[in-house]
């Protein structure tokens, strides 16, 4: 379920190992690919997996090219298993007047056994940024920050039940109000700021760079902290946003009118700093946008020397002359 789901290919979320806002209950790409068929670098047709339920027949390629990034082979065909829509979802904005409670709130859910589909999180500047593109107020725009929950299930006493509990765990957490949806056109309303934050953001700044880093949800809010200092410290606008029920950050920095040399300059410097952060707190360099090209040169920093031996081993063994898109994952 990526919220780039009007543009994105099942090939690409495939190739990358997509995740999206449901990842928190319901996996990422690879919990759903049962078998694929992927030509290699020589030109030869292979098949992999099938329309099987368990299969562990030798190493697992399939989880292999998953995530590969078109370096390892073309994949040109997927069988994907699929698994029932719930019949009962409900939606729940949160607002708080500031980051520690949205963290502390996401851990406390999950302390209580209480798995919701989505956890998102957004601070204030994105959501005016989505209120100017989409040309509508949002509700409860006063807030520094905001969690977005869905709650899903098959009989609607159990998942009110829930939207109950959630409710009070947000409130025990310095909530100042949560709004619930349990209706399509406003759930569809809230949902729509959500998807649309990147677009809003190159509105407000056409050039801009985004990290995508994972960390253990519990050390979210020290994240948080670490990238406002940083914020400071540079004077470029960097705005957080992200699936935070499963530790997965975008730190977005926008360019606005600063000058060219000085931001081609400084945002190798801040994407470095925002890397050392994340792996300081446990976490890694990317959670579900993948290495692609501009990460690669971080990449011994955030696996060590002896994983990437072996990926560049792996790189070699599929792909003796490079010609599957060179430059991305591994370092030059």
């Known amino acids: 379920d990526p919220a780039s789901l009007d543009s994105c290919s099942i090939g690409g979320n495939v190739a990358e190992c ?45 989880g292999l090219l998953i995530g590969s990034e078109g370096t390892l082979a073309i994949i040109t065909k997927i069988i994907l298993r699929l698994i029932p829509l719930p019949r009962v979802t409900i939606d729940l904005l949160v607002a708080f007047n500031e980051f520690q409670g949205a963290a502390d709130t996401v851990s406390a859910i999950i302390k209580r056994q209480i798995l919701p ?14 209120e100017k ?21 098959n009989r609607k006493e159990d998942v009110e039940a829930l939207c109950e509990t959630v409710g009070e765990v947000c409130f025990e957490h310095d909530a100042i109000d949560v709004l619930v949806a349990d ?10 700021a959500r998807r649309v934050i990147i677009e809003a953001l190159k509105e407000r700044s056409p050039v801009n760079h985004m990290e995508d880093i994972v960390v253990p949800r519990a050390r979210i809010n020290d994240f948080l902290r670490k990238i406002k200092k940083l914020q ?12 935070s029920g499963d530790g997965n950050v975008h730190v977005n920095i926008l360019k606005e009118d600063y000058p060219e040399d000085k931001w081609k300059e400084t945002i190798p410097k801040i994407s470095g700093e925002i890397f050392d952060i994340a792996l300081a707190l446990g976490g890694q360099i990317t959670g579900e946008h993948g290495v692609g090209a ?6 011994k920093k955030a696996v060590g020397p002896k994983m990437l031996e072996l990926f560049r081993g792996i790189k ?14 591994l370092p030059d």
């Open 232 to 243: 400071e410290r540079y004077e470029y606008p960097i705005i957080c946003f992200g699936h």
């Open 294 to 299: 501009t990460r690669s040169k971080y990449l």
């Open 183 to 192: 209706d399509r056109p406003t759930q569809e309303k809230l949902w729509e």
């Open 18 to 62: 997509a995740g999206g806002p449901r990842a928190v209950k319901y996996g990422v790409t690879k919990d759903y690919v049962c078998g694929l068929e992927a030509v290699l670098p020589s030109g030869q047709v292979i098949q992999l997996g099938g329309k099987l339920v368990k299969n562990v027949t030798g190493y697992d390629l399939i």
């Open 133 to 153: 593109y989409l040309k509508k107020e949002l509700p409860l725009r006063e807030a520094a920050a905001f969690l977005l929950i869905k709650l899903d299930g």
């Open 316 to 329: 070699q063994l599929f792909d003796p002359n490079n010609i599957l898109n060179p430059g991305k994952i």
């Open 117 to 130: 589909t989505s956890i998102e999180f957004m601070e204030q500047d994105s959501l005016l940024a989505c």
